[in-house]
């Protein structure tokens, strides 16, 4: 079965913090995405990547940056972290062709004081 | 751009009756996927069924099935003989056929079983 892995479920952190979400994945996939959930508005795409360093905004990519230094590894980063980052934050993979569905990870609700 | 649209933010049903959820999308594309994912309380979202846009038969897994309609971009999702391990958040979303495309998320339905 494919895995993807969130680091935290849940996570506190104090305004202007530099915050780390780490997502692995074990299936060897291409593509890697990080949502952002929030009532009423659905999943918003922050970035994704569809190969080792690199990295494509989606549509919410203020505030965030990415890394992706190994295949199975992709990290959400926020820099100065503000209290409108409170969320629910997504992990999903999947092969490159697409065709098959994104697998994700267990979500990090993340809070930020 | 594409968009994914679930008009119905909340949606009851009673246990063994059926209950479907609407979810209509935008594109220019004549190629594409659709699927429905399931989010329980554990948050862990679960790929419920998949379509493929260039087939015309709906899709079915046990108890859920799909009315695609393709010419009214429509993609419904029909759950048969409810169950109480049915209630959830359930998202429709859309991707383009091709390579390293991203997803397009509905704003989701939550979904109420009455016992």
């Known amino acids: 079965d494919v895995k993807v892995t969130q680091s935290s479920r849940y996570l506190v952190k104090r305004t202007g913090e530099k915050v780390f979400l780490e997502c692995v994945q074990d299936?060897?996939?291409?593509?890697m995405f990080w949502y952002r959930q929030d009532p009423g508005l659905g999943l918003r795409l922050i970035y994704f990547s569809y190969d080792v360093k690199m990295k494509e905004k989606g549509d919410i990519p203020e505030g965030y940056s990415v890394s992706r230094e190994k295949k199975e590894r992709f990290s959400l980063i926020l820099e100065s972290a503000s209290t409108n980052q409170t969320s629910m934050y997504l992990c999903a993979s999947s092969p490159y062709l697409t065709g098959t569905e994104a697998f994700f990870g267990q979500g990090t609700r993340l809070t930020v004081v | 751009a594409q968009t994914v649209t679930q008009s119905q933010p909340e949606m009851s049903v009673q246990e063994a009756e059926t209950v479907t959820l609407s979810c209509t999308y935008d594109?220019?594309?004549?190629?594409?996927?659709l699927f429905w994912y399931k989010q329980p309380p554990s948050r862990q979202m679960i790929l419920v069924i998949r379509?493929?846009?260039?087939?015309?038969q709906n899709a079915t897994e046990n108890r859920f099935s799909v009315n695609f309609q393709k010419a009214a971009k429509s993609f419904s999702l029909k759950i048969s003989d409810s169950q109480l391990g049915d209630a959830a958040m359930y998202f429709c979303a859309y991707r383009t056929r091709g390579t390293g495309n991203q997803f397009y998320f509905g704003t989701g339905t939550s979904l109420t079983v009455i016992p």
């Open positions: 594109t220019s594309e004549s190629d594409y996927y």
């Open positions: 379509q493929e846009a260039y087939k015309q």
């Open positions: 299936m060897d996939h291409e593509n």
